[in-house]
Protein backbone atom coordinates (compact mmCIF):
# COMPACT_ATOMS: atom_id res chain seq x y z
CA UNK A 1 0.00 0.00 0.00
CA UNK A 2 1.81 3.10 -1.03
CA UNK A 3 -0.76 5.75 -0.19
CA UNK A 4 -2.38 8.63 -1.99
CA UNK A 5 0.17 9.73 -4.52
CA UNK A 6 -0.67 12.64 -6.60
CA UNK A 7 1.28 14.44 -9.77
CA UNK A 8 2.77 17.10 -10.63
CA UNK A 9 3.92 17.64 -6.84
CA UNK A 10 4.28 21.59 -7.86
CA UNK A 11 2.92 23.67 -11.03
CA UNK A 12 3.75 26.81 -11.66
CA UNK A 13 2.20 27.94 -14.98
CA UNK A 14 1.33 31.16 -16.66
CA UNK A 15 -2.51 32.70 -16.35
CA UNK A 16 -4.53 31.12 -19.35
CA UNK A 17 -2.66 27.91 -19.76
CA UNK A 18 -4.34 24.61 -18.73
CA UNK A 19 -3.17 22.47 -16.24
CA UNK A 20 -3.78 18.88 -15.61
CA UNK A 21 -2.98 17.13 -12.18
CA UNK A 22 -3.56 13.40 -11.24
CA UNK A 23 -4.67 11.12 -8.25
CA UNK A 24 -3.73 7.52 -7.92
CA UNK A 25 -5.46 6.46 -4.89
CA UNK A 26 -5.36 3.83 -2.13
CA UNK A 27 -6.19 0.61 -4.50
CA UNK A 28 -8.97 -0.50 -2.66
CA UNK A 29 -10.63 2.41 -2.39
CA UNK A 30 -13.78 3.11 -4.02
CA UNK A 31 -14.37 7.15 -2.91
CA UNK A 32 -12.31 9.57 -4.29
CA UNK A 33 -11.96 13.04 -3.50
CA UNK A 34 -10.46 16.65 -4.32
CA UNK A 35 -10.19 19.37 -2.23
CA UNK A 36 -8.57 23.06 -2.25
CA UNK A 37 -6.13 24.24 0.23
CA UNK A 38 -5.11 28.44 0.09
CA UNK A 39 -2.10 29.31 2.80
CA UNK A 40 -4.07 29.85 5.91
CA UNK A 41 -7.03 28.35 5.34
CA UNK A 42 -8.61 24.30 5.92
CA UNK A 43 -9.46 22.40 2.46
CA UNK A 44 -12.14 23.25 0.38
CA UNK A 45 -14.18 20.52 -0.72
CA UNK A 46 -14.56 20.39 -4.91
CA UNK A 47 -15.48 17.18 -5.50
CA UNK A 48 -16.19 13.57 -5.21
CA UNK A 49 -16.18 9.99 -6.83
CA UNK A 50 -18.00 7.24 -5.63
CA UNK A 51 -15.89 4.75 -8.44
CA UNK A 52 -16.11 6.16 -11.66
CA UNK A 53 -19.39 8.63 -10.86
CA UNK A 54 -19.02 11.93 -10.01
CA UNK A 55 -21.61 12.36 -7.62
CA UNK A 56 -20.74 15.55 -6.17
CA UNK A 57 -19.69 19.17 -7.26
CA UNK A 58 -18.84 22.30 -4.89
CA UNK A 59 -19.89 25.47 -6.28
CA UNK A 60 -16.44 26.33 -5.95
CA UNK A 61 -15.83 24.20 -9.60
CA UNK A 62 -16.36 26.69 -11.62
CA UNK A 63 -16.63 25.37 -15.88
CA UNK A 64 -13.22 26.29 -16.15
CA UNK A 65 -12.50 22.87 -13.70
CA UNK A 66 -13.29 19.36 -14.81
CA UNK A 67 -12.36 16.21 -13.17
CA UNK A 68 -12.74 12.85 -14.06
CA UNK A 69 -12.34 9.03 -13.23
CA UNK A 70 -12.38 7.39 -15.92
CA UNK A 71 -12.46 3.36 -14.53
CA UNK A 72 -13.01 3.94 -10.71
CA UNK A 73 -9.07 3.88 -10.07
CA UNK A 74 -7.31 7.01 -11.04
CA UNK A 75 -8.92 10.75 -11.34
CA UNK A 76 -7.27 14.01 -13.24
CA UNK A 77 -8.62 17.35 -12.19
CA UNK A 78 -8.09 19.92 -15.21
CA UNK A 79 -8.22 23.77 -14.59
CA UNK A 80 -8.57 25.59 -18.62
CA UNK A 81 -7.74 29.10 -18.65
CA UNK A 82 -5.74 29.62 -15.45
CA UNK A 83 -6.25 32.53 -12.92
CA UNK A 84 -4.57 33.81 -10.37
CA UNK A 85 -7.23 33.35 -8.43
CA UNK A 86 -6.29 29.39 -9.09
CA UNK A 87 -3.34 29.70 -7.24
CA UNK A 88 -3.65 26.90 -4.25
CA UNK A 89 -2.76 23.47 -3.02
CA UNK A 90 -4.89 21.01 -4.69
CA UNK A 91 -5.51 17.68 -2.51
CA UNK A 92 -6.56 14.24 -3.40
CA UNK A 93 -8.02 11.91 -0.56
CA UNK A 94 -9.52 8.93 -0.84
CA UNK A 95 -11.63 6.32 1.49
CA UNK A 96 -13.29 3.06 1.54
CA UNK A 97 -17.32 2.66 2.03
CA UNK A 98 -18.83 5.06 4.32
CA UNK A 99 -19.75 2.11 6.88
CA UNK A 100 -16.04 2.27 7.99
CA UNK A 101 -16.58 5.76 9.72
CA UNK A 102 -15.83 8.21 6.05
CA UNK A 103 -12.07 8.67 7.38
CA UNK A 104 -10.21 9.92 4.05
CA UNK A 105 -6.77 9.58 3.54
CA UNK A 106 -4.63 12.47 1.84
CA UNK A 107 -2.20 12.31 -0.46
CA UNK A 108 1.00 15.15 -0.57
CA UNK A 109 -1.37 17.59 -2.71
CA UNK A 110 -0.12 19.20 -5.97
CA UNK A 111 0.96 23.04 -5.43
CA UNK A 112 -0.70 25.24 -8.35
CA UNK A 113 1.54 28.53 -8.87
CA UNK A 114 -0.15 30.93 -11.59
CA UNK A 115 1.93 33.46 -12.84
CA UNK B 1 -17.22 27.33 2.92
CA UNK B 2 -15.41 26.37 6.29
CA UNK B 3 -17.98 24.44 8.81
CA UNK B 4 -15.84 24.23 11.28
CA UNK B 5 -14.00 27.34 13.19
CA UNK B 6 -10.98 26.09 15.48
CA UNK B 7 -9.56 28.43 18.34
CA UNK B 8 -7.48 29.22 19.00
CA UNK B 9 -6.04 30.15 15.37
CA UNK B 10 -2.07 30.16 17.03
CA UNK B 11 -0.80 28.42 20.12
CA UNK B 12 2.01 28.50 21.11
CA UNK B 13 4.14 26.23 24.28
CA UNK B 14 7.24 24.25 25.55
CA UNK B 15 7.94 20.83 25.60
CA UNK B 16 6.37 18.56 27.58
CA UNK B 17 3.14 21.27 28.12
CA UNK B 18 -0.33 20.16 27.02
CA UNK B 19 -1.57 21.41 24.10
CA UNK B 20 -5.41 21.99 23.85
CA UNK B 21 -7.42 23.12 20.60
CA UNK B 22 -11.16 23.92 19.86
CA UNK B 23 -13.55 23.31 17.63
CA UNK B 24 -16.86 24.69 17.11
CA UNK B 25 -19.45 23.78 13.74
CA UNK B 26 -22.90 24.82 12.93
CA UNK B 27 -25.18 21.74 11.84
CA UNK B 28 -25.63 18.18 12.96
CA UNK B 29 -22.73 15.98 12.71
CA UNK B 30 -22.67 11.83 11.91
CA UNK B 31 -18.74 12.20 13.12
CA UNK B 32 -16.20 14.68 13.75
CA UNK B 33 -12.63 14.12 13.10
CA UNK B 34 -9.33 15.83 13.44
CA UNK B 35 -6.30 15.79 11.29
CA UNK B 36 -3.14 16.90 11.40
CA UNK B 37 -0.98 18.88 8.54
CA UNK B 38 3.19 19.44 8.58
CA UNK B 39 3.22 22.71 6.80
CA UNK B 40 3.32 22.35 2.49
CA UNK B 41 2.50 18.47 3.12
CA UNK B 42 -0.95 16.69 3.12
CA UNK B 43 -3.54 15.90 5.78
CA UNK B 44 -2.98 12.67 8.42
CA UNK B 45 -5.67 11.54 10.10
CA UNK B 46 -5.56 11.53 14.03
CA UNK B 47 -8.95 10.52 15.51
CA UNK B 48 -12.71 10.09 15.01
CA UNK B 49 -15.57 10.84 17.03
CA UNK B 50 -18.74 9.99 16.68
CA UNK B 51 -22.14 12.00 17.23
CA UNK B 52 -23.31 9.52 19.81
CA UNK B 53 -19.80 9.74 21.72
CA UNK B 54 -18.67 12.40 24.12
CA UNK B 55 -14.85 11.11 24.70
CA UNK B 56 -12.18 8.79 23.09
CA UNK B 57 -8.77 8.28 23.28
CA UNK B 58 -5.28 7.75 21.44
CA UNK B 59 -1.73 7.62 22.91
CA UNK B 60 -1.28 11.48 23.84
CA UNK B 61 -4.61 12.42 22.27
CA UNK B 62 -7.31 13.11 24.06
CA UNK B 63 -10.54 14.45 21.78
CA UNK B 64 -14.44 15.60 23.18
CA UNK B 65 -16.90 16.22 21.56
CA UNK B 66 -20.30 18.28 22.84
CA UNK B 67 -22.78 17.65 20.29
CA UNK B 68 -25.16 20.14 22.48
CA UNK B 69 -22.74 23.20 22.28
CA UNK B 70 -21.82 21.54 18.75
CA UNK B 71 -18.37 21.58 19.58
CA UNK B 72 -15.04 19.57 20.21
CA UNK B 73 -11.90 19.99 21.98
CA UNK B 74 -8.25 18.36 20.94
CA UNK B 75 -6.21 17.55 23.86
CA UNK B 76 -2.42 17.12 23.25
CA UNK B 77 -0.74 15.66 26.22
CA UNK B 78 3.14 16.12 26.74
CA UNK B 79 4.06 17.90 23.86
CA UNK B 80 6.87 17.19 21.64
CA UNK B 81 8.83 19.78 18.75
CA UNK B 82 7.40 17.07 16.81
CA UNK B 83 3.69 17.87 17.31
CA UNK B 84 4.35 21.44 15.60
CA UNK B 85 1.72 21.24 12.54
CA UNK B 86 -1.67 23.12 12.26
CA UNK B 87 -4.49 20.62 12.89
CA UNK B 88 -7.89 20.79 11.61
CA UNK B 89 -11.54 19.74 12.50
CA UNK B 90 -13.27 17.89 10.47
CA UNK B 91 -17.23 17.30 10.27
CA UNK B 92 -19.10 14.84 8.35
CA UNK B 93 -23.27 15.33 8.45
CA UNK B 94 -23.86 11.77 7.20
CA UNK B 95 -25.86 13.18 4.04
CA UNK B 96 -28.13 14.63 7.17
CA UNK B 97 -28.31 18.27 5.84
CA UNK B 98 -27.60 17.69 2.54
CA UNK B 99 -23.99 17.45 3.00
CA UNK B 100 -23.53 14.60 0.67
CA UNK B 101 -20.56 12.09 1.45
CA UNK B 102 -17.64 15.01 2.39
CA UNK B 103 -16.04 16.34 5.10
CA UNK B 104 -16.08 19.61 5.77
CA UNK B 105 -12.99 21.30 7.10
CA UNK B 106 -12.70 24.17 9.60
CA UNK B 107 -9.46 26.76 9.66
CA UNK B 108 -7.44 25.36 11.55
CA UNK B 109 -4.81 26.12 15.01
CA UNK B 110 -1.50 26.64 13.97
CA UNK B 111 0.75 24.32 16.95
CA UNK B 112 4.48 25.31 17.81
CA UNK B 113 6.15 23.08 20.38
CA UNK B 114 8.90 24.89 21.54
CA UNK B 115 11.79 23.30 23.08
Known amino acids: DTGVSQDPRHKITKRGQNVTFRCDPI?????LYWYRQTLGQGPEFLTY????????KSRLLSDRFSAERPKGSFSTLEIQRTEQGDSAMYLC?????????????FGEGSWLTVV | SQQGEEDPQALSIQEGENATMNCSYK?????LQWYRQNSGRGLVHLIL?????REKHSGRLRVTLDTSKKSSSLLITASRAADTASYFC???????????????FGTGTQLKVEL
Open chain 1, 93 to 105: ASGLDRSSGNTIY
Open chain 1, 27 to 31: SEHNR
Open chain 1, 49 to 56: FQNEAQLE
Open chain 2, 27 to 31: TSINN
Open chain 2, 49 to 53: IRSNE
Open chain 2, 90 to 104: ATDDGGLTGGGNKLT
